[in-house]
């Protein structure tokens, strides 16, 4: 793993209460789609890569599944361990899924809810495949950020900022694709050589929001939140006058969440 890629996933936890408040969650259906291409049995058992807060723990939980998460950040742990209080069969462990003990052949279905990418591929996969027992399954899903007509040009717009002002993070190409051009990961599964084939879901929505809760959700990015602070509050200054001044005080941001499921070989 690079120095900054190790770096970049710790700083979800200097901001764990405003991430489980202000990230987005993901589609019903997602998990219905996880269930059902899975295999997974009522009583099966789940392993949890990353998971933050809970936000997808916890629909997981209500319908009664034992599951081990594994969570890098103590803040975001401890958010997670709260929420998931009630339910007994739920244990939060905080540590880095690199260094956890594997339990092998223990779990009936592995998942990770945009957290995978995070982790060194060449270790997560293999061990992945040893937690997993004959027949398990691997679940992967990202809210991925897409084109939206609905934004009318905001994401566009926004990007003179990023190059004026904030340099350090903008990128040539930010510019948003239309949700049929994103690459999709079940190349990268697959090649492991590790689980079957791959099979692919993906679910489109939009949400939206005003100056104030678009600039919190940006206070959860990784890229953001290593600004200095000073020169962060200036740029978030800027983006709020453009919303409230050009955009009437909402926009609209469309997601794409990705889901790869597959069995272990």
């Known amino acids: ?26 589609p019903k259906a997602l998990f219905d789609d996880v269930v059902s291409l899975s295999g997974i049995t009522p009583q099966g058992r789940i392993l949890e890569i990353g998971c933050g807060t809970g936000q997808a723990t916890v629909t997981f939980a209500r319908r009664g ?8 950040g103590e803040n975001l742990g401890l958010v997670a361990q709260q929420k998931l209080a009630t339910y007994p069969q739920v244990e939060v462990r905080i540590e880095a899924f690199e ?9 009936n279905l592995v998942i ?11 270790i997560a996969y293999e061990k992945t495949v040893q937690a997993l027992s004959p027949g398990g399954a691997i679940a992967l899903f990202w809210n991925e950020h897409v084109h939206s007509d609905a934004s009318n040009g905001f994401f566009e717009e ?19 694709r239309p949700e ?34 678009y600039l919190n959700l940006l206070n959860t990015y990784s890229g953001h939140l290593s600004l200095d602070s ?25 997601y794409l969440t990705t889901l790869y499921v597959a069995q272990r070989l």
Not at 65 to 72: G, P, S, T, V
Request: aromatic letters at 14%.
């Open 180 to 213: 049929h051009e994103v690459p999709t990961k079940t190349c990268e599964i697959e090649q492991t050589g590790l689980f079957g084939e791959v099979t692919y879901r993906s679910y489109r929505w939009d949400a939206e929001y005003d100056a104030a809760t």
């Open 99 to 107: 260094d956890w003990a594997v339990e092998k052949n223990a779990f």
């Open 1 to 26: 793993m690079t120095d900054e890629r190790s770096q970049l996933r710790t700083t979800f936890n200097q901001v764990a209460l405003l991430y489980d408040r202000v990230r987005p969650g993901y």
């Open 230 to 254: 000073i020169k962060r509050a200036h740029f978030f200054d800027a983006i709020a006058e453009l919303i409230n001044t050009k955009f009437n005080g909402h926009i609209t941001k469309g």
């Open 112 to 122: 990770a809810a945009t957290a995978f990418h995070w982790l060194d591929p060449t």
């Open 158 to 176: 926004v990007q003179e900022l990023y190059r004026r002002l904030v340099p350090e993070i903008f990128k040539d190409d930010l510019l948003l």
């Open 65 to 72: 599944y034992r599951i081990l998460c594994i969570e890098l």
